[in-house]
Nanobody, 125 residues
Framework: VQLQASGGGLVRPGGSLRLSCAAS????????IGWFRQAPGKEREWVSC????????YYADSVKGRFTFSRVNAKNTVYLQMNNVKPEDTAVYYC???????????????????WGQGTQVTVSS
């Protein structure tokens, strides 16, 4: 199983960036993909995932309304479109694969079995 994240870079506040995650050696039919990020000195934070049970995409409150998750099965690739980025979005972004993504009573449950390498996103003027 391999996950290859790309698309990071330097972007100004208010700008946009699109991250990609290409999956190889497995298909997205059996796993769902999500995104995490880790800022310097902070714990890793879940960002988004696509439920493979109800087709709903879940987002962390910190990115809701600004980030959009999409998937192209034919390319075995998922994307994270980041709009109206803020300096606090600066982090290393990781894609990950898990058997499921779903909402419990209180939280979104996404427990990765596989991780890709990170891609750095820096938001700065």
């Amino acid at each position: 199983v391999q996950l290859q994240a790309s698309g990071g870079g330097l972007v100004r506040p208010g700008g946009s960036l699109r991250l990609s995650c290409a999956a190889s050696r497995f298909t997205l039919d059996y796993y769902t993909i999500g995104w995490f990020r880790q800022a310097p000195g902070k714990e890793r934070e879940w960002v988004s995932c696509l439920s493979n049970t109800d087709g709903v995409t879940y987002y962390a409150d910190s990115v809701k309304g600004r980030f959009t998750f999409s998937r192209v099965n034919a390319k075995n690739t998922v994307y994270l479109q980041m709009n109206n980025v803020k300096p606090e979005d600066t982090a290393v972004y990781y894609c990950a694969a898990a058997p499921s993504c779903f909402r419990s009573d209180t939280d979104v449950i996404f427990e990765p079995a596989y991780w890709g390498q990170g891609t750095q996103v820096t938001v700065s003027s």
